[in-house]
């Protein structure tokens, strides 16, 4: 990572030049943020603080505090947008007063009161203080905790204690360092060997764009901004491709020894084994279930987003194996199967499906549905729609009662207690007593062997996309001007040009259904989106390569069971979750008001330019608007 720090030919300017060069940068570029740099601290100040801290501040240090005591104050948020802001997530320079009070409140995490400040670096770093500056930090220095002679100089992206830069007064390899400190994390040096070297690497970025640990400055609207460089576009590994390479694993199997008394030879007795395979035992019989009223259990899966060529007949142990394995690829599996006049839909592995009211409104299309599910220990939900519109909601939950000890009852509360796994009668049991008497749909999962059914991976439908918000500020940019000043076609047209923007940056617009759809965007004849056409089927899909990426990445053991795990990285990751986000602003645009979308869209920029970019297509688009009338 750059962090502005490489070696130069040049020796490093004084701190004093370094202000020079900021303070004429921020004039001319971000007069805003340059007016709220606050004036030089006091010597008495400087010298009741080192005084209060018992340290001897570093030259730097006091040299910076004389041209600004920092340059915002932790409880002053009046301004905190405007002030001269580090890059993520070091924040403001602290003044005086917050250097005391942060200093202070971190020696209460480790501190040694009888640390010796006149140690030999030698005994603390290592005969070649060089070699000291090379590794990662992982030396004796951080082992302390927070040691005292350790000074936090800047606020944070909080304005609090949590996280930012110090600065090491401590005598040894490591005086006049900067460190960096988070409560996440614990303390690690900076290759900023002094605070003369990172004000110079600030002007430097500041002057010619050069990034600082991978942000660059963005002045905008009489505002210095830090944005992330974007990364370079790359198509990432697809988890999804990769299972498509394995095949559905056999149910699993358990094995086990057994012993079997036989005469040895010296008449005495000998041991003999065998090894037995035992299918795995079929997991508690209480599912979360969907009854959809005269659908064929066909139609059913259709509806709910069965991938077809995983579709085929399974046991519920079979269906639990490979909804685990490698080749699902943490899409869930389902099964489908007949129970008189209704079809009954089973959550087997992965997200549940049959809770999401977008799954149950396209399953009561026509229709009825009755969906119930656990939640939790001792909470069951029933949720029951005709025809796309919910009608009925149910909540169980086992609380204690004097007069019915062990009975579920009705409740909006939270608290209970939860019920014994092997309770006779939970509140499953009862919401199921409620449905037979209902809707006449007799399902017992402990007694009704539904056997061998169809089913098999889904691609998850689509998300319900949000109600229309207010307009919105996206990253100190407030739309509400920007859309006042435009009719609706004048935005959505600006909007457009950032969608098509933000499709490249993310590389969606490779997908011939995405770029299909910008071509009519562009022709003014926006598409509709579904979930059964190639453009919904894509946005789905992204949806699960995102879901895919993220699950193989947060140590889940589903991977490995096959002994497989998936290529995937982090920035593989990151990348298919952009991808996914791009998709649904996509959706946003095509269904939603424009300003709705623009919010969404912007939120995904990763151009560090994309402000003024946006200003830039509004002026163009009104532009046109006007030559065209």
Known sequence: MDHGASPSPHPTPSVDESWDRIEAWLAEHAPVTYGTLRPPAREED??????????????????????????????DRRNAEDVLEMPRPYGPLAGLDDLVH??????????????????????????????????????????????????????????????????????????????????EEPPSFTPWTSLRRFLAAL??????????????????DGRLLWEDVPEPLVEP????????????????????????????????????????????????????????????????????GVVPHTLRDRSRARARAAGESAWAAFRPMVRAGALGTWSCLLDETGEPQGRRPEVLRRLSTGTRAVALWRQGRGEVHLAAYEDGRPVRTERLHRRPSPSRPGRPHRAVLSSSLPPEEDEPHG???????????????????????????????????????????????????????????????????????????????????????????????????????????????????????????????????RWTRPGFRPAITEKDRRAWTSRARAGRALRLFLEQPPHVAGAAVLEQRTSPDWRAEFLHDLDHARGARAVDG
Do not use: K
């Open 237 to 304: 590994r697809s988890a999804l491709a990769e299972a498509e390479r394995h095949a559905e694993p056999e149910p699993p199997v358990r094995e086990y020894t057994a012993e079997v008394p036989r005469p040895g030879p010296d008449g005495g007795r000998a041991i003999a084994f065998f090894l037995r395979r035992i299918t795995a035992p079929t997991p508690p019989d209480r599912p979360d279930v969907v009854f959809v009223e005269h659908l064929e259990p066909a139609e059913v899966l259709r509806r709910v």
């Open 203 to 220: 002007a430097d970025s500041l002057e010619t764009r050069r990034p600082i640990d991978g942000a660059v400055p963005v002045a905008f």
């Open 427 to 557: 509140p499953y049991e009862e919401m199921l007593d409620l449905v037979r008497e209902t809707w006449g749909i007799d399902f017992h999962p402990g007694e009704t062997d539904l056997g061998v059914l169809p089913g098999g991976l889904v691609l998850p439908l689509l998300d319900d996309l949000p109600q229309p918000a207010p307009y919105s500020t996206v990253h100190h940019l407030d739309l509400g001007p920007a859309v006042e000043r435009a009719d609706e076609a004048t935005l959505r047209a600006a909007v457009a040009a950032q969608l098509r923007r933000l499709a490249a940056e993310t590389g969606i617009d490779a997908h011939p259904e995405i770029a299909d759809a910008l071509r009519l965007v562009d022709a003014g004849r926006p598409p509709t989106v579904t979930d059964d056409d190639p453009l919904g089927v894509r946005l789905r899909t992204l949806n699960a390569e995102a879901h895919a990426a993220h699950r193989s990445l947060v140590g889940h053991d």
């Open 102 to 183: 942060g200093t202070l409140f971190l020696r209460s995490f480790g501190a040694d009161p009888a640390e010796d400040f006149g140690a030999d670096p030698a005994e603390d770093f290592g005969a070649d203080p060089a070699e000291d500056f090379a590794h990662d930090g992982s030396d004796r220095e951080e082992d302390a905790g927070w040691r005292r002679a350790w000074l936090p100089i800047t606020l944070g992206i909080g304005r609090d204690t949590r996280g930012g830069l110090f600065l090491s007064c401590r005598e040894g390899a490591r005086y006049g360092a900067l460190g960096r400190y988070s409560d």
């Open 46 to 75: 400087v010298e009741a603080a080192q005084r209060e801290l018992g340290v001897a501040f570093h030259p730097d240090l006091i040299a910076s505090l004389r041209r600004h005591d920092g340059t915002a104050r932790r409880d």
